[in-house]
C-alpha cells in the first residue's frame, strides 16, 4: 500500500478545502456557524502524505476567522510557499477551488496545482479542458495517488491521475481502491486550524462537547438515483472494530473529543464489525457518545440495544419519501411498513431516531409531499432532516434530468440547500421552496415532538448556550423557513 517517494525529496504541500456557496442567494451564509464539519478526506490525504515525510499545511475555507475574500485566501496558502497545492472540491465548492487556483497561478505560476473530490470523480477530463489553472485532476481515493505525484513518478505512470501531453488531456486508468482501509493513518486532525474546539456538530445532536466525525467504511452496495459513487464506488471496504475504537480513543485522549458522528452509509451493514466495537466501547468505555446512520434491514433489536449500552446516542435513518411509487423508483428495497417498525425499534431500544428526507426529486408532486409531510409527523421521530434534492453528475438520473422537468445547473447552488431542479408536477421553484419551508416548520411546530424537545432541555444546553451567542444569525435562518403567502 505505501510507496517510497524517488530520492529525499519531501515536498511542501498545502490541501485546500474550498468554501463553495453554501446559503440562500442574497443573504448572509452562516452554515459554518450552524455546522463546521471536519474535512474527513482531505485530512485523510494530509495523514498519508505525512506519513511519506512531507511537509502539510491543511487549509479549511470554512474555518474559524478565514476571510471570504478569495485574494486573501489565496495569499494566505501562498504564505506557506507550498510546492504543491490540493483542492477537495464538491460540486458547489469547485468553483471557488478553480477561482483559487488561477489567482494562485497568476501570483507563483511554478506551484502545481491539483483538484480532486467528487465532482472531479464524476466529471473528469472535461474539466482539465475548461479549467487550465488546474495541473492535474485525481479521481477516485486520492490518498496513494496524491503521494505518488508528490514523490515526483511519471504522471503516465500514475493511476487516477488526469493530466496533460501539451495540449492533450491524457485520462490514466482508474486508481484501484484501497483494499484495506485500516492500513491508512488517522486523519491529520492536529492540521486543523481550531479543532475541535471550533468545529461542532448540528445542533441538539448530542449532550457533550467538543464533538469530531469519523467515516469508517467506503463504498456502497446500493445505487440510489440520487447518489453519486464517484469517488468511493460500489461495493463496502471497512475498517476493523479495533481500529474505529483506536480512532475514537485517540480523539478522545489525544484532543479531548466527547462526542463523534459517524458518517457511514451503511455503518451496520456488517454486523459482527459492529457487535466487536459494541463490545470493546462497553468493556473498555471512553468516555464517549455517538451517533451513526442505518439502513432499514440492518437494525435488529439486539444490535440496536448494543449501540445504545455502548454510547451511542442517535441513529439516522435514510427514508427519503413516503409516497411508495417514489421510493420504488428512488430508494429500491425500503418499505414504509419497514420504516415504521424500524423506528420503533430505535427508540425502543432508548436510542433517538432521526428521519432524513428528500424533497423535490423527479416524479415529486404537491401530493406526495404532502404524503411524506403527515409521515412525518406519524413517525413520532426525535429529529428530521430534508434535504432539497440536488442532482449531481455521478448519479445514475443525472443523464435523464433535464427530461424530468426544470434544470437550472448553477454548480455554485448545488448543495441540498436549494432547489435548482424543479420535478414537472410543482408549479415554479417559488412554490417548491414554500413547500418545503411550510413542511419543515409543520415538523418543529409539532406539539408531540415539542414536548419531547421540552423534555430533553438539560441535555440540550450546551446546544442552547450555543445558539444564545449565535442568535443574529440563527434568527436570520429561522426567517428563511416563514412560508410566503402568494
Known amino acids: 500500500m505505501t510507496h517510497t517517494a524517488v530520492g529525499n525529496d519531501k515536498k511542501r504541500i498545502a490541501l485546500v478545502h474550498p468554501r463553495g456557496f453554501n446559503w440562500f442567494p442574497g443573504k448572509r451564509d452562516i452554515t459554518d456557524i450552524a ?8 485530512l485523510s490525504i494530509a495523514a498519508y502524505l505525512i506519513a511519506q515525510g512531507h511537509n502539510v499545511f491543511v487549509y479549511d475555507c470554512l474555518g474559524l476567522d478565514v476571510p471570504f475574500d478569495l485574494q486573501k485566501q489565496a495569499q494566505a496558502i501562498l504564505t506557506y510557499q507550498p510546492q504543491i497545492i490540493g483542492f477537495s472540491a464538491t460540486t458547489s465548492s469547485f468553483p471557488d477551488a478553480a477561482d483559487l487556483a488561477q489567482k494562485i497561478k497568476g501570483q507563483s505560476p511554478d506551484t502545481m496545482t491539483v483538484c480532486g473530490g467528487v465532482h472531479v470523480s464524476a466529471l473528469e477530463g472535461k474539466l482539465l479542458q475548461d479549467y487550465p489553472a488546474f495541473d492535474f485532476l485525481v479521481t477516485g ?17 500514475i493511476k487516477g491521475l488526469i493530466w496533460r501531453r501539451g495540449s492533450e ?50 463504498g456502497c452496495v446500493y445505487q440510489c438515483s440520487y447518489c453519486d459513487r464517484s469517488v468511493f464506488k460500489k461495493g463496502f471496504r471497512y475498517n476493523s ?23 457511514d452509509d451503511l455503518f451496520t451493514m456488517n454486523r459482527p464489525r459492529i457487535v466487536e466495537l459494541c463490545e470493546k466501547l462497553s468493556r473498555y468505555p471512553l468516555g464517549i457518545n455517538f451517533n451513526c446512520a442505518v439502513r432499514v434491514g440492518y437494525t435488529d433489536y439486539d444490535l440496536l440495544k448494543m449501540l445504545k449500552d455502548s454510547g451511542c446516542l442517535m441513529v439516522s435513518l435514510g427514508i427519503e419519501s413516503a409516497d411508495p411509487q417514489m421510493l420504488e423508483r428512488h430508494k429500491s428495497g425500503v418499505s414504509l411498513d419497514d420504516v415504521c417498525d424500524t423506528v420503533q425499534r430505535i427508540q425502543r431500544a432508548g436510542l433517538r431516531a432521526k428521519g432524513l428526507f428528500m424533497m423535490g426529486l423527479p416524479g415529486e408532486t404537491e401530493e406526495s409531499i404532502k404524503r411524506t409531510s403527515d409521515f412525518i409527523i406519524t413517525l413520532g421521530l426525535d429529529d428530521m432532516n430534508m434535504a432539497k434534492f440536488t442532482p449531481f453528475p455521478g448519479a445514475p438520473l443525472w443523464n435523464t434530468i433535464k427530461d424530468e422537468g426544470t434544470f437550472n445547473e448553477d454548480w455554485r447552488l448545488m448543495n441540498c440547500l436549494n432547489f435548482v431542479f424543479v420535478p414537472k408536477g410543482i408549479a415554479s421553484q417559488k412554490r417548491l421552496d414554500q413547500l418545503y419551508n411550510e413542511h419543515v416548520k409543520r415538523f418543529y411546530s409539532d406539539t408531540a415532538w415539542r414536548k419531547k424537545f421540552r423534555n430533553r432541555i438539560w441535555q440540550h444546553r450546551k446546544s442552547l448556550i450555543y445558539l444564545l451567542r449565535h442568535l443574529p444569525s440563527f434568527w436570520s435562518a429561522k426567517n428563511q423557513f416563514e412560508p410566503e403567502s402568494d
Not at 35 to 42: A, E, F, I, S
Not at 241 to 263: C, D, P, Q, S, W
Open 169 to 218: 488531456v491524457i485520462t490514466n486508468d482508474p486508481r484501484p481502491k484501497i483494499s484495506d482501509l485500516d492500513s491508512l493513518p488517522f486523519p491529520a486532525y492536529e492540521k486543523l486550524k481550531g479543532f475541535p474546539g471550533d468545529y461542532h456538530l448540528p445542533l441538539f445532536s448530542y449532550v457533550h462537547t467538543p464533538g469530531a466525525t469519523m467515516i469508517t467504511s467506503r
Open 35 to 42: 455546522n463546521r464539519m471536519v474535512p474527513q478526506g482531505l
Open 141 to 157: 481515493e486520492g490518498e496513494v495517488t496524491m503521494s505518488e505525484l508528490a514523490a515526483g513518478f511519471d504522471p503516465a505512470e
Open 241 to 263: 472494530a479495533a481500529y474505529i475504537y483506536e480512532h475514537m480513543k485517540y480523539l478522545r485522549t489525544k484532543f479531548g473529543v466527547h462526542h463523534v458522528n459517524i458518517y
